[in-house]
């Protein structure tokens, strides 16, 4: 073997001390080593160090983080209220001081300038565990007929796989003065909420994107419904997927 | 300790029996480890593990399933990037030497086959190569320490740090190599 051929197998070398190495690759690379002395002193080398690295203590958490972790996480929570209006209530109420304001404001002022407020409450609100979904599924043939029957309007709902923007679930939303079909797409961590309804016949004033408490929004509107992107993916990303929707 | 908002939990969907407080419990050393090796820093270090349980909770509605710990250590692993940005934006001086991490070192007892001078040198040795580990570029840092103190996959690696697996093994090659240079330095200085 040149020192070339050797030079490549280092991280072969370097996979067998950590275990990644199927059986007979593993069965190769012990030939080699036995009979290379520069790839036996670098194996060794390796495993010298892995083994002085592992004398080191790694820290483990504080008492008083994991105590107030706990704390903060309670005792395993009650299974979830039925889907609804209910959960929806108590969801809102959960969050606190920090959204009261904007909830305020959804009960005054549901006018046009307001809904972007609106939906990115809605939005926020909705990342609170299990106000997320009513019906998970990756399926839009699952998601678009769970819509029947709860709605007065049948939302489009479209797979955007290809473009990387996977479908995750649907929910119901009650916005003032109307109700929402929402979406959930997801890129990467960041969870995209579509809302849809019926496009009202006086049109909303509201401006076609921007932001709001870090969370960017789209609006447009097509067929007969508007829709409201609400993520916080930038909003590059999320006019791709306004684009990819329309 | 304070927390922004009065959130509640409650498991994720209808079909999960899991609840975040079981998928987070068990893994805290692990975040706290990584966490603390990450930064640098005892209590920015607690601040991060705080803040990703904090986003793990707002992430696990969606969170399908799989490798839990792995979940979490992404989590934790782009929150402590976030912080060193922040701390970066803030400050942007340069440290030369780090906290030990290990706060009993100087009260651990040595083994007593071993004669004390020797026990001293070896004790000498594990902090510098401490001091060595957490002076390596980040992105090797975090692949070395999630494979030798964590011991997870390469392909376990590679989902939290978010690089293809031949990065990682290249990364934990050069950390490594940067190591082994590092105690032969020392070495020689001492000889």
């Known amino acids: ?246 | 300790m304070k927390w922004p908002f009065g959130v509640r939990t409650s498991p994720a969907t209808e079909t999960s029996e899991r609840s975040f407080r079981d998928v987070v419990m068990p893994h805290l050393d692990s975040a706290y480890a990584l966490a603390r090796w990450l930064v640098r820093d005892p209590h920015l270090a607690e601040d991060v593990v705080q803040d990703a349980i904090l986003r793990g909770l707002s992430y696990f509605a969606s969170f399908r399933g799989g490798d839990e710990r792995a979940w979490l250590m992404r989590i934790v692993r782009n929150t402590a990037y976030s912080a060193l940005a922040a701390r970066a934006r803030s400050k942007g001086r340069p440290v030369s030497s780090y906290e030990s991490l290990d706060d009993a070192a100087a009260l651990e007892v040595v083994d007593p086959g071993d004669d004390p001078e020797l026990a001293l040198i070896r004790q000498a040795e594990r902090a510098a190569l401490e001091q060595a580990i957490l002076a390596l570029p980040v992105e090797l840092r975090e692949c070395l320490v999630l494979k030798e103190f964590e011991e997870l996959s390469y392909k376990e690696i590679a989902t939290i740090t978010g690089v293809p697996i031949g990065t990682v093994m290249s990364r934990l090659w050069r950390a490594r190599r940067t190591l082994q240079d590092r105690m032969l330095e020392g070495a020689s200085h001492d000889a």
Not at chain 1, 16 to 25: K, N, R, S
Not at chain 1, 210 to 225: D, H, L, P, T, V
């Open chain 1, 1 to 246: 073997m040149t020192p070339e051929q050797c030079s490549e197998l280092a991280l072969l070398i370097q996979a067998d001390i950590d275990g990644e190495l199927p059986a007979a690759e593993a069965a190769n690379v012990a030939k080699h080593v036995e009979a290379c002395p520069s790839c036996a002193t670098l194996q060794q080398d390796l495993l010298e160090l892995s083994g002085r690295i592992r004398e080191i203590r790694s820290p483990t958490a504080p008492p008083a983080l994991k105590a107030a972790i706990a704390e903060r996480l309670g005792a395993p929570a009650p299974r979830r209220p039925a889907a609804g209006r209910r959960a929806w209530f108590a969801g809102g109420l959960s969050l606190g001081v920090a959204l009261a304001a904007s909830l305020l404001v959804f009960a005054w002022l549901p006018k046009a300038d307001m809904a972007p407020d609106v939906v990115v409450a809605a939005h926020i609100r909705a990342l609170q565990p299990s106000h997320l979904m009513d019906v998970v599924s990756t399926d839009q043939h699952t998601v678009k007929p769970w819509f029947a029957g709860r709605l007065p309007f049948s939302p489009p709902v479209k797979d955007l796989t290809a473009q990387d923007f996977k479908l995750v679930g649907g929910r119901l939303d009650y916005l003032p003065g109307q109700t929402a079909a929402t979406l959930i797409y997801q890129r990467r961590q960041h969870l995209i909420d579509l809302f849809v309804w019926p496009t009202p016949p006086t049109p909303d004033k509201a401006p076609a994107n921007g932001s709001r408490e870090g969370y960017n929004f789209f609006r447009w509107q097509a067929g007969g419904m508007t829709f409201w992107a609400v993520s916080d993916l930038n909003s590059q990303e999320l006019a791709q997927f306004a684009n990819a929707w329309r």
